[in-house]
């Protein structure tokens, strides 16, 4: 609806939208750290130690920050999320993970290598790679993140 103020021209619905939709971001990331102070900083610090380890230096910098993580390439792709957030999310805390790992692989595929991204949650531990359904004929692969690392 466009108030007394404003037309139909104005991009003043659209600020609304940007605004609301931020601060939904603000209070679901708020919501996260209450619920999992612990978990979403390390799932960062993890996925960023493992893409550390199989992302060329040269010509990729990963970062990160709390909860967030960014990877940037020379060749202006990369991604930046929290990818924790995905926790807040309906269902098995195995389900809760497959969705935060896929989420997370899905978005650094074309960095890693090309193929779908798998992610398999045992209770132990968390694997993620991209390629073929069977990990071990994986094109690329993330050293498995211990559970207990993430305190989930």
């Known amino acids: 609806m466009i108030g007394p103020d404003m037309s ?12 609301t939709s931020a601060m939904a971001g603000v209070f679901a990331l708020a919501s996260a750290n209450r ?7 390390m799932i960062a610090a993890c996925l960023g130690e493992r893409l ?22 020379k060749r202006g792709n990369g991604a930046t999320g929290i990818f924790g957030l995905h926790l ?13 790992f896929e989420s997370a692989g899905d978005s650094f595929r074309s960095m890693v290598a ?9 209770d132990e531990a968390i694997d993620l790679w991209w390629g073929p359904p069977e990990p071990e004929r994986a094109s690329m692969r993330l050293r498995s ?5 993430l305190g989930l």
């Open 8 to 19: 139909a021209d104005s991009d003043q619905p659209l600020r609304l939208v940007s605004k």
């Open 35 to 41: 619920r999992y102070k612990k978990a979403l900083p």
């Open 52 to 73: 550390r380890e199989v992302l060329p230096q040269d010509e990729y910098r990963v970062e990160v920050n709390g909860p967030i993580l960014d990877v940037t390439g």
């Open 88 to 100: 807040l999310e309906r269902g098995t805390p195995d389900e809760k993970l497959t969705h935060v």
């Open 114 to 122: 090309a193929g779908e991204p798998h992610v398999r949650v045992t």
């Open 145 to 149: 993140i211990a559970r207990s690392q």
